[in-house]
């Protein structure tokens, strides 16, 4: 059973940075698109950022500029490095990873952007 641990959530002042860290049980190379989504309470989850096994990226809107996905291939790691954190960015962040028809996900880590 693969395994997905997110850690590096936690409370911050609005304009200031998170990175969070995705951590799996095997290696990552084995994996498609590796990305990270949120859901805010009330809300559906939705796609924050992927990345490719070759290192193309893609963001939703709302983030594009100010965070940054990345991998360690040697860590089987995912991270997302997080700028300029707003109010709006509050949320549950899960990782998330799709191997041929499967579908893996994190437990989440929770994010709080408030003075």
């Known amino acids: 059973q693969v395994q997905l641990v997110e850690s590096g959530g936690g409370l911050v002042q609005p304009g200031g940075s998170l990175r969070l860290s995705c951590a799996f049980s095997e290696s990552i190379s084995s994996f498609g698109v590796l990305g990270w989504y949120r859901q805010a309470p009330g809300n559906q989850r939705d796609l924050v950022s992927t990345i490719t096994g070759n290192g193309v990226t893609n963001y939703a809107d709302s983030v594009k500029g100010r965070f940054t996905i990345s991998r360690d291939n040697a860590k089987n790691t995912v991270y997302l490095q997080m700028n300029s954190l707003k109010p709006e960015d509050t949320a549950v962040y899960y990782c998330?990873?799709?191997?041929?028809?499967?579908?893996?996900w994190g437990q989440g880590t929770q994010v709080t952007v408030s003075s």
């Open positions: 998330h990873a799709k191997r041929n028809i499967m579908n893996y």
